[in-house]
């Protein structure tokens, strides 16, 4: 692999984690400043965006697969089992920490996903987890305590409610990154994922009547910002994301990535004033070294593996 085509992958990666973190505070400005709702908001994300993916592999290689999987019977209902408690759950979770907190402590708070995914292989495997384990699981902790305390034992940061659904958001996302392996194999990550998008935002719609749009303040800067969230929050940085992989290790991927948490407290920070002092910057570092602390065990050729092939 030349070094123009590995500097060509990071940049795709960079570009994406960036994009997904402001998108984040895109979400927050939209519900703090124009009153939209939470379930408004992941239904059109995910409609949307299942619909592209789903016409963009139309025009691939792989189009029989976009109709294939619905015929598949056993691999239907995983579909359907994973755009539920996959794709909706992560999403809607996701969005409701942000509108009960705000984006930067919902994105690290979701970045404990793959400390939960590593407990979760620990006790499957029935094996004792390495020191790059141990050490991720002490940053997470150590970096969870500093966000929701501040350095301050006896008083939260956040709301219970924030920290609530930021827990089930990384859990969520533990899930959403093991379960859809044989269906990403099988089928194609694009069709899996605008399946599952489409089909977890069809599921919300009915259940919350999106198609109601009362209460929302629409101006040209509130469109503007849900077709930011749709098309640079999704359906972009996805394929960079996915693309990169074809120029850098996944390893080296999931470092770059970590770049998401640290763009959504910035630009919480700076444009929405959110207030983040000495502690929570150290709680960010921690949750972010995570990140670092289980991709030195990835190089690894034994031990628990994250990648989304483990099964």
Not at 115 to 128: E, Q, S
Request: hydrophobic letters at 55%; charged letters at 10%; one cysteine or more.
């Amino acid at each position: 692999m030349s070094s123009s085509a590995r500097i060509r992958g990071f940049i795709m990666v960079i570009v994406a984690s960036i994009l997904w973190g402001v998108s984040g505070t895109v979400a927050q400005s939209l519900m703090q400043h124009h009153q939209f709702q939470t379930d408004w908001l992941v239904a059109v994300r995910l409609l949307a965006s299942g619909i592209l993916l789903l016409l963009l592999s139309l025009m691939g290689a792989g189009r029989q697969n976009v109709w294939g999987i619905l015929r598949s019977g056993e691999d239907f209902l995983r579909l359907l089992l994973f755009s539920i408690l996959g794709m909706l759950a992560v999403q809607y979770t996701f969005f409701a920490a942000i509108e009960a907190g705000n984006a930067a402590t919902a994105t690290l708070l979701q970045y404990l996903g793959p400390v939960f995914l590593v407990c979760y292989f620990i006790i499957r495997l029935r094996k004792m987890p390495s020191v790059a384990q141990v050490t991720a699981l002490v940053l997470a902790l150590g970096g969870t305590y500093f966000l929701i305390t501040g350095g301050n034992p006896g008083k939260l940061t956040i709301s219970v409610s924030a920290l609530a659904w930021g827990l089930a958001s990384a859990l969520a996302l533990a899930f959403y990154t093991v379960y859809p392996t044989l269906l990403l194999g099988r089928w194609g990550s694009t069709v899996v994922l605008g399946w599952a998008m489409l089909i977890g935002g069809i599921a919300l719609g009915l259940a919350t009547q999106t198609w109601e749009i009362t209460g929302m303040n629409w101006s040209p800067t509130s469109v503007m910002a849900v077709l930011f969230i749709i098309l640079f929050g999704t359906l972009i940085p996805f394929y960079l994301y996915v693309d990169s992989l074809n120029y850098i290790r996944p390893t080296e991927t999931s470092l770059l990535a970590s770049g998401e948490p640290l763009a959504a407290v910035i630009t919480a920070v700076v444009w929405l004033h959110v207030p983040f002092g000495l502690f929570e910057w150290i709680g960010t570092l921690c949750i972010i070294g995570t990140v670092f602390a289980l991709s030195r065990h990835q190089e690894k050729p034994k031990g628990v593996s994250l990648s989304m092939a483990e099964d």
